[in-house]
């Protein structure tokens, strides 16, 4: 189980994953997914699941707000996060 | 060779420059438009030559330094951005073309402040008159004819009190005189990545203030929000279209991390002990006029002259065919000339960088005494 950080572009994905670095969060940029893209092409910040809240305190703390949060589902869907 | 036209561009770069973009070559694709390592590769260098940049001037966010293909292209998308709109635009006597002629395109007053030269108090003066209903003001950090070092300090201060967006043109004086963009209040700035800051050319750097909307100059392909028809409005995708230059960006982040690793004072103070070094060495040439500003802090390592009668564009082929770069005639700065009453001559300009040597000043100053002496002798045959 995992959780995407959807992100407005590349460069914030890669901010976003620099502060999750420093915050001790394994994460990984990867593009979005198509059926969770509502724009277009778009980056996502993976992250494990028990590292959500972790991971959104260090994001407030730097002044990123992500686009969506999804949560892969087994079936290989993905469920948008209510926060 | 000796290379003296620093304030062009910076020939000699520190090797890790040349290795960067070589490895960069061979290694990277483009950043944003695929999951593959190459791809990753590339982004990984563009990012962390934002992250370089926005960590040196006073940046807190990557996202607000844009790669752009020079200071030109910079100047352009914040003066663009800025004065589409109209209105009345105060600038200092020193700006270069890549201000002037951009804001001679767009529907603008220009009100030029116009101070003598190495009299900073005047200039500040010049801009707390006219800064009140002003649209915005352009003010070069560094003059790129005489190396007149602008009090940026003080006219970024009257700018916030007065409520009114500074754009800085620090092509002159990054790499070499602190640059903090946030510290300052100023709207953009914008820097070029191949003079001072070593990189390859055909980069530059845009900094965006937070409250910062620019327009698009360019449209296209930017690897975010494919599906809509219109650029992105979050920076940097807005002003970056097209695929990145990739082994610039490479380059210009080992010369950024060059820069930083020197130390912009230490490359200030070498410049500066070269120019006034060569300023003494050419003070008794017959009819030179060096100009040079009595307070050395106001002055960067770039030394323009005039030497009576003898053509400085003459003189600076003269000396090019011996080896000498220089620069000569208006520098694309006619207003800085106008200002310091230069425009019909031109002058001679000798620039230095953190490469040059003290062993190449009296060489250089040699040939410079010879070619004026061959100028002269010719005249007279």
Same mark, same amino acid.
């Given at each position: 189980?995992?959780?995407?950080?959807?992100?407005?572009?590349?460069?914030?994905?890669?901010?976003?994953?620099?502060?999750?670095?420093?915050?001790?969060?394994?994460?990984?940029?990867?593009?979005?997914?198509?059926?969770? +893209?509502?724009?277009?092409?778009?980056? +996502?910040?993976?992250?494990?699941?028990?590292?959500?809240?972790?991971?959104?305190?260090?994001?407030?703390?730097?002044?990123?707000?992500?686009?969506?949060?999804?949560?892969?589902?087994?079936?290989?869907?993905?469920?948008?996060?209510?926060? | 060779?000796?290379?003296?036209?620093?304030?062009?561009?910076?020939?000699?770069?520190?090797?890790?420059?040349?290795?960067?973009?070589?490895?960069?070559?061979?290694?990277?694709?483009?950043?944003?438009?695929?999951?593959?390592?190459?791809?990753?590769?590339?982004?990984?260098?563009?990012?962390?030559?934002?992250?370089?940049?926005?960590?040196?001037?006073? $940046?807190?966010?990557?996202?607000?330094?844009?790669?752009?293909?020079?200071?030109?292209?910079?100047?352009?998308?914040?003066?663009?951005?800025?004065?589409?709109?109209?209105?009345?635009?105060?600038? +200092?006597?020193?700006?270069?073309?890549?201000?002037?002629?951009?804001?001679?395109?767009?529907?603008?007053?220009?009100?030029?402040?116009?101070?003598?030269?190495?009299?900073?108090?005047?200039?500040?003066?010049?801009?707390?008159?006219?800064?009140?209903?002003?649209?915005?003001?352009?003010?070069?950090?560094?003059?790129? $004819?005489?190396?007149?070092?602008?009090?940026?300090?003080?006219?970024?201060?009257?700018?916030?009190?007065?409520?009114?967006?500074?754009?800085?043109?620090?092509?002159?004086?990054?790499?070499?005189?602190?640059?903090?963009?946030?510290?300052?209040?100023?709207?953009?700035?914008?820097?070029?990545?191949?003079?001072?800051?070593?990189?390859?050319?055909?980069?530059?750097?845009?900094?965006?203030?937070?409250?910062?909307?620019?327009?698009?100059?360019?449209?296209?392909?930017?690897?975010?929000?494919?599906?809509?028809?219109?650029?992105?409005?979050?920076?940097?995708?807005?002003?970056?279209?097209?695929?990145?230059?990739?082994?610039?960006?490479?380059?210009?982040?080992?010369?950024?991390?060059?820069?930083?690793?020197?130390?912009?004072?230490?490359?200030?103070?070498?410049?500066?002990?070269?120019?006034?070094?060569?300023?003494?060495?050419?003070?008794?040439?017959?009819?030179?006029?060096?100009?040079?500003?009595?307070?050395?802090?106001?002055?960067?390592?770039?030394?323009?002259?005039?030497?009576?009668?003898?053509?400085?564009?003459?003189?600076?082929?003269?000396?090019?065919?011996?080896?000498?770069?220089?620069?000569?005639?208006?520098?694309?700065?006619?207003?800085?000339?106008? +200002?310091?009453?230069?425009?019909?001559?031109?002058?001679?300009?000798?620039?230095?960088?953190?490469?040059?040597?003290?062993?190449?000043?009296?060489?250089?100053?040699?040939?410079?005494?010879?070619?004026?002496?061959?100028?002269?002798?010719?005249?007279?045959?």
């Amino acid at each position: 189980m995992f959780y995407l950080i959807v992100c407005r572009g590349l460069t914030q994905a890669q901010r976003a994953a620099a502060v999750l670095e420093r915050s001790g969060v394994n994460q990984r940029i990867l593009r979005t997914p198509s059926q969770v +893209s509502e724009r277009g092409c778009s980056y +996502s910040v993976k992250i494990a699941h028990k590292s959500l809240n972790t991971a959104l305190s260090a994001l407030r703390r730097a002044g990123l707000s992500p686009t969506q949060i999804f949560l892969a589902q087994s079936d290989g869907s993905y469920r948008e996060a209510v926060l | 060779m000796i290379f003296l036209d620093c304030a062009a561009t910076s020939l000699q770069k520190p090797p890790a420059v040349a290795r960067a973009v070589s490895e960069a070559l061979r290694t990277a694709a483009s950043p944003g438009r695929g999951s593959y390592a190459a791809a990753e590769r590339a982004a990984e260098l563009v990012y962390q030559c934002r992250s370089e940049a926005a960590g040196l001037f006073g $940046v807190s966010d990557p996202e607000r330094v844009v790669l752009t293909h020079s200071a030109t292209h910079a100047l352009n998308l914040a003066l663009r951005s800025l004065g589409a709109g109209g209105g009345r635009v105060v600038l +200092s006597g020193w700006e270069h073309n890549a201000v002037t002629r951009t804001l001679a395109d767009l529907p603008l007053e220009q009100d030029v402040v116009a101070a003598p030269l190495f009299r900073p108090e005047e200039l500040v003066e010049g801009f707390r008159r006219r800064l009140e209903g002003a649209a915005f003001a352009v003010c070069t950090q560094v003059s790129n $004819v005489f190396g007149y070092v602008l009090p940026l300090s003080d006219i970024a201060a009257l700018c916030r009190e007065a409520g009114v967006p500074l754009v800085v043109d620090a092509s002159q004086g990054a790499g070499c005189l602190p640059l903090n963009l946030e510290a300052l209040g100023a709207q953009y700035a914008a820097l070029p990545g191949h003079k001072g800051l070593y990189g390859p050319q055909g980069t530059g750097l845009l900094l965006c203030a937070p409250e910062a909307r620019p327009a698009a100059l360019l449209t296209g392909g930017t690897g975010s929000e494919s599906l809509l028809q219109t650029m992105p409005d979050f920076l940097p995708d807005r002003l970056e279209p097209g695929t990145h230059n990739v082994c610039g960006a490479a380059g210009l982040l080992a010369g950024l991390r060059f820069v930083k690793r020197t130390g912009c004072g230490s490359i200030l103070r070498h410049e500066q002990t070269l120019r006034r070094r060569m300023a003494q060495l050419l003070s008794n040439v017959e009819g030179i006029r060096l100009f040079e500003s009595p307070d050395p802090a106001l002055q960067t390592g770039v030394l323009s002259l005039t030497v009576q009668d003898v053509d400085c564009e003459a003189l600076g082929e003269r000396l090019g065919r011996m080896g000498v770069c220089v620069r000569a005639g208006l520098h694309c700065a006619p207003l800085a000339h106008q +200002s310091a009453g230069t425009l019909d001559s031109g002058t001679l300009r000798l620039s230095f960088s953190a490469f040059n040597r003290a062993s190449e000043l009296a060489p250089a100053a040699e040939a410079l005494r010879r070619c004026v002496e061959a100028l002269r002798s010719g005249a007279r045959g």
